[in-house]
Nanobody
Framework: QLQASGGGSVQAGGSLRLSCAAS????????MGWFRQAPGKEREFVAA????????LYGDSVKGRFTISRDNAKNTVYLQMNSLKPEDTAVYYC???????????????????WGQGTLVTVSS
């Protein structure tokens, strides 16, 4: 099970850190990802991190502002979001992907475990 937390309301330019805690099993050999979905829009890839924490991927809209990291000892993945913009407003989901190709991690279809989502609202 994946449990996302840390969402909330913030003004543009502010920061939030999302957490995704895994329970019931270890995901240390899984890649972990964050996706988001705004009202009326499709789910969008945000970031992913390989199981060893060495390789990371980011969506174009968040590069340079968001940072994904993980702590395998705590079975937790984080998404540090800085310089938030109103267009970052969405429900953010964490997900786990069994070992797969690096390029596949951009696609929601690569992930077989999903958290419940946490709402991030950025006001202008």
């Amino acid at each position: 099970q994946l449990q996302a937390s840390g969402g909330g309301s913030v003004q543009a330019g502010g920061s939030l850190r999302l957490s995704c805690a895994a329970s019931g099993r270890t995901f240390s050999n899984y890649a972990m990802g964050w996706f988001r979905q705004a009202p009326g829009k499709e789910r969008e890839f945000v970031a992913a991190i390989k199981w060893g924490g060495v390789g990371t991927l980011y969506g174009d809209s968040v590069k340079g502002r968001f940072t994904i990291s993980r702590d395998n000892a705590k079975n937790t993945v984080y998404l540090q979001m800085n310089s938030l913009k109103p267009e970052d407003t969405a429900v953010y989901y964490c997900a786990a992907s069994p070992p797969t190709s690096y390029s596949s991690l951009y696609s929601a279809g690569a992930y077989n475990n999903w958290g419940q989502g946490t709402l991030v609202t950025v006001s202008s």
